[in-house]
């Protein structure tokens, strides 16, 4: 444990040294960047002055540390608020809105995955694969599109943008679950193929393995067999791709949340992007990269916890 904490706290560091070095190597500067193609000599100096940029480049790397270690991430030029508390309002809906949209996921990904591991070689599970693969190649936006087209448009079963309805002063927890329902369904056509193929192959993996032949010569039932040993060692793989896509839940998806207009931090990275709105691009950055580590260490430590014998790899 002290081991992979120690690699995390390297990973940030140098996460952090990287970005502040990519936005000095950038053409013409921070300021040239922040300010577009049409600034001129006047005006970058004049924000440079004001942002600090004038002082050496080193003194300029231990300011950056002391702004971040304070909580401090500048100001977006864009929305005229302080990157913090705009990072925050956002994040907000896109934790709601990727945690429902990932254990719903997790939940549908191991009964679809145990399925295909325990059918392996029959018909069911090349159904189960079949669409698999085509989910998982669909592009999120075309899925999202089609959403979006049956039942918003067509059926008008469902709003097909926003969080709320813009006419009602207090929309109720009612208003907001129907706004989810299509972005949540557009994420799950996309990871829940992905994840079932891993625990499906793990499962596989594991019905094959010398115990569970032992505890058939024991008379143990086979679904004792499978949910009380085979699912807690398949887990780890799943728990694995977890971790890889933990800063999802926080940062959100770019195409999905710009598809459906919600408010989240991945429609805030768009938008941010096109303003050339530089500090809340550096902030969602750090985050992102920040969230990446820490999935990583939250699920070796818990693929530790259910494989101890991965404490020792």
Not at 8 to 24: K, N, P, Q, R
Not at 102 to 109: D, E, K
Not at 162 to 189: D, E, K, Q, S
């Amino acid at each position: 444990m002290l081991r992979r904490l120690l690699s995390s706290a390297v990973s940030i560091f140098l996460l952090v040294t990287l970005v502040f070095f990519m936005a000095h190597l950038t053409p013409g500067g921070p300021a040239f960047s922040i300010l577009g193609q049409k600034a001129t000599p006047e005006s970058v100096a004049a924000l440079n002055a004001r942002l600090g940029l004038g002082a050496p480049l080193l003194k300029q790397y231990g300011i950056w540390w002391w702004h971040l270690l304070h909580g401090q991430l500048g100001y977006s030029y864009l929305l005229n608020r302080p990157v913090g508390a705009l990072l925050w309002d956002y994040e907000v809906n896109t934790l709601v809105f990727y945690a429902i949209a990932i254990c719903l996921s997790t939940m549908l990904a191991v009964l679809l995955g145990a399925a295909q591991g325990v059918w392996h070689g029959r018909w069911p599970a090349g159904v189960i694969g079949v669409f698999q693969l085509v989910f998982y190649a669909t592009p999120p936006f075309f899925t999202a599109a089609i959403l979006v087209l049956c039942f918003a448009v067509g059926l008008h079963w469902l709003p097909a943008s926003g969080i709320g309805n813009p006419r009602l002063a207090h929309p109720g927890i009612g208003t907001f679950a129907a706004h989810l329902v299509l972005p949540v369904i557009t994420v799950m056509l996309l990871t829940v193929p992905m994840l079932s193929r891993y625990f499906g192959e793990a499962v596989h993996e594991e019905l094959g393995k010398d115990y569970v032949r032992t505890a058939q010569a024991k008379g143990v039932g086979f679904a004792g067999i499978l949910f009380r040993h085979v699912m807690r060692n398949a887990l780890r793989p799943l728990v694995t791709m977890l971790g890889l896509s933990f800063p999802y839940i926080f940062t959100g998806g770019v195409i999905v949340e710009s598809v459906f207009n919600y408010p989240g931090l991945g429609w805030l990275l768009w938008r941010s992007a096109l303003g050339r709105d530089y500090p809340v691009l550096i902030a969602i950055v750090l985050l992102i990269g920040l969230l990446t580590v820490l999935g990583n260490l939250l699920a070796d430590l818990v693929n530790g916890w259910l494989d101890p014998r991965g404490q020792y790899e």
